[in-house]
């Protein structure tokens, strides 16, 4: 859009879905929050900001069979640079929410792409 034109744009988009359960069905919403507040600084640090919003999740776990749960999106958008410098620090922190909380999986969406870890 010629409106557009000449301003500053971030073309690179990252979310973090932080889950409210443990061990796949243990409420655990103090543990959320705890995750929550890190990605939020984590990526405010690395991308300049950071947007937190409310969803339900939902998925079929092998040993539980459906799953819904409240969860929080952690969105940023970044320049190319500023991602590829700080992406692998984010999904370290996912890495790290998944064993803390006994997760089966934490989704990342990098681009309209979905990533299991």
């Known amino acids: 859009m010629k409106a557009l034109q000449g301003l500053f744009k971030l073309d690179l988009n990252l979310k973090v879905f932080v889950p409210s359960t ?3 069905s ?3 919403t103090a543990l959320q929050a705890v995750y929550v507040k890190q990605a939020m600084e984590l990526m405010s640090g690395l991308f300049g900001g950071a947007t937190s919003y409310d969803a339900v999740g939902g998925w079929l776990s092998q040993r539980d069979g459906l799953v819904t749960e409240p ?11 500023a991602m590829q410098k700080g992406l692998p620090q984010v999904i370290r922190l996912a890495r790290k929410m998944k064993a803390d909380m006994g997760q089966e999986a934490i989704a990342l969406q990098f681009n309209g792409e979905l990533f299991l870890l």
């Open 22 to 24: 443990s061990n796949v």
């Open 71 to 81: 969860v929080k999106i952690i969105e940023s958008f970044a320049t190319k640079e």
């Open 26 to 28: 243990e409420a655990n």
